[in-house]
């Protein structure tokens, strides 16, 4: 599968919810969409699965527009915080309808994953709990084995035992059914981990996509003697920094060379990594409290 975005932009009415967004994914991975509240993910992953049109450029799956298009429709499947409150029908018959619209759908995986969650067929799922509902959310997800399958902060209310089944689920899927896998969350510590490759998008604007390894090795935290370190990092990028008495710690963001890395060790410095939570924080963040912005953009 192929998913093409070229100059995508969304607006309603005067709020661009996606500012000329342009990025390629292709293959059996699994996708990380990262961004903080509002950003735009649930946009973008709307038009993806053709629950709404963007208001100019393209997107294209496999080469065709996916809006309104049966063929492209049928091989995506979008899963997101829904809300049952008017829906009497129980996980029983939820599962059959789910079953009709989709091709590759699985009834005996679906009826194991009811099973590994826990959840009572014969319970109308309006009366089922919000992490309950989600695991249904989840179940169908992964059941359906559709090529692109999009999860949107599907884990809402799961409780720690019940993500945990989720995301080996996840995983062995990806081994037995291989197929491209789009999660958006905010638990990124937990959910780095699954990740093949990473889209940030902040404020409607692509930040970045990058592999999932060569963007966690973009990151170092360096430390040490406070005057080595600011010598150190002087022409790096530097996207946050703590200091205490004469000991300074400075993240940097861009790739650090064998012989630099080296350099820093010789220097007495110590070089860490940085977690994919922390490049996600400091990367989307505001002016701080000097008024001062990341120096990376
Ligand atoms: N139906 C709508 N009408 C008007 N504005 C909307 C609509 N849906 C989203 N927005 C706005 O568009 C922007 C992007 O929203 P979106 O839901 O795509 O963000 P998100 O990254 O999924 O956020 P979150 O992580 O909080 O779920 C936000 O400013 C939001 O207020």
Same mark, same amino acid.
């Given at each position: 599968?192929?998913?093409?975005?070229?100059?995508?932009?969304?607006?309603?009415?005067?709020?661009?919810?996606?500012?000329?967004?342009?990025?390629?994914?292709?293959?059996?991975?699994?996708?990380?969409?990262?961004?903080?509240?509002?950003a735009g993910k649930t946009s973008?992953?709307?038009?993806?699965?053709?629950?709404?049109?963007?208001?100019?450029?393209?997107?294209?799956?496999?080469?065709?527009?996916?809006?309104?298009?049966?063929?492209?429709?049928?091989?995506?499947?979008?899963?997101?915080?829904?809300?049952?409150?008017?829906?009497?029908?129980?996980?029983?018959?939820?599962?059959?309808?789910?079953?009709?619209y989709r091709p590759n759908f699985?009834?005996?995986?679906?009826?194991?994953?009811?099973?590994?969650?826990?959840?009572?067929?014969?319970?109308?799922?309006?009366?089922?709990?919000?992490?309950?509902?989600?695991?249904?959310?989840?179940?169908?997800?992964?059941?359906?084995?559709?090529?692109?399958?999009?999860?949107?902060?599907?884990?809402?209310?799961?409780?720690?035992?019940?993500?945990?089944?989720?995301?080996?689920?996840?995983?062995?899927?990806?081994?037995?059914?291989?197929?491209?896998?789009?999660?958006?969350?905010?638990?990124?510590?937990?959910?780095?981990?699954?990740?093949?490759e990473v889209i940030l998008i902040?404020?409607?604007?692509?930040?970045?996509?990058?592999?999932?390894?060569?963007?966690?090795?973009?990151?170092?935290?360096?430390?040490?003697?406070?005057?080595? *370190?600011?010598?150190?990092?002087?022409?790096?990028?530097?996207?946050? &920094?703590?200091?205490?008495? !004469? #000991? /300074? =710690?400075?993240?940097?963001?861009?790739?650090?060379?064998?012989?630099?890395?080296?350099?820093?060790?010789?220097?007495?410095?110590?070089?860490?990594? *940085?977690?994919?939570?922390?490049?996600?924080?400091?990367?989307?963040? &505001?002016?701080?409290?000097? !008024? #001062? /912005? =990341?120096?990376?953009?």
């Amino acid at each position: 599968m192929n998913v093409s975005c070229s100059e995508l932009l969304l607006k309603y009415g005067n709020h661009i919810a996606l500012d000329h967004i342009n990025f390629e994914i292709q293959g059996e991975k699994i996708y990380g969409l990262l961004g903080r509240n509002g950003a735009g993910k649930t946009s973008l992953l709307s038009i993806m699965a053709s629950f709404r049109k963007q208001t100019a450029g393209s997107i294209t799956i496999n080469g065709e527009d996916p809006f309104e298009n049966s063929n492209i429709m049928e091989q995506i499947v979008f899963m997101y915080s829904k809300n049952y409150s008017e829906e009497s029908e129980t996980i029983q018959n939820m599962l059959k309808s789910a079953q009709r619209y989709r091709p590759n759908f699985d009834k005996d995986y679906a009826e194991y994953l009811i099973g590994r969650f826990q959840l009572d067929v014969k319970k109308p799922i309006k009366k089922l709990s919000k992490g309950m509902q989600s695991a249904f959310n989840v179940t169908i997800g992964l059941a359906s084995r559709a090529p692109i399958t999009i999860l949107d902060e599907v884990y809402l209310g799961m409780d720690a035992p019940s993500r945990d089944i989720f995301y080996k689920e996840l995983l062995q899927e990806q081994e037995r059914h291989p197929r491209m896998f789009i999660l958006s969350t905010h638990l990124v510590s937990e959910m780095e981990y699954l990740f093949d490759e990473v889209i940030l998008i902040n404020k409607g604007k692509l930040l970045l996509h990058e592999d999932f390894d060569t963007l966690v090795s973009k990151g170092a935290t360096i430390t040490g003697d406070k005057e080595i *370190v600011d010598d150190f990092v002087r022409s790096k990028k530097c996207i946050n &920094e703590q200091q205490l008495g !004469g #000991t /300074k =710690s400075v993240m940097i963001f861009g790739e650090l060379t064998e012989v630099e890395r080296n350099d820093a060790i010789d220097r007495g410095l110590e070089v860490t990594p *940085v977690p994919l939570q922390d490049l996600f924080i400091h990367l989307t963040k &505001e002016e701080d409290a000097n !008024g #001062t /912005k =990341s120096r990376l953009f």
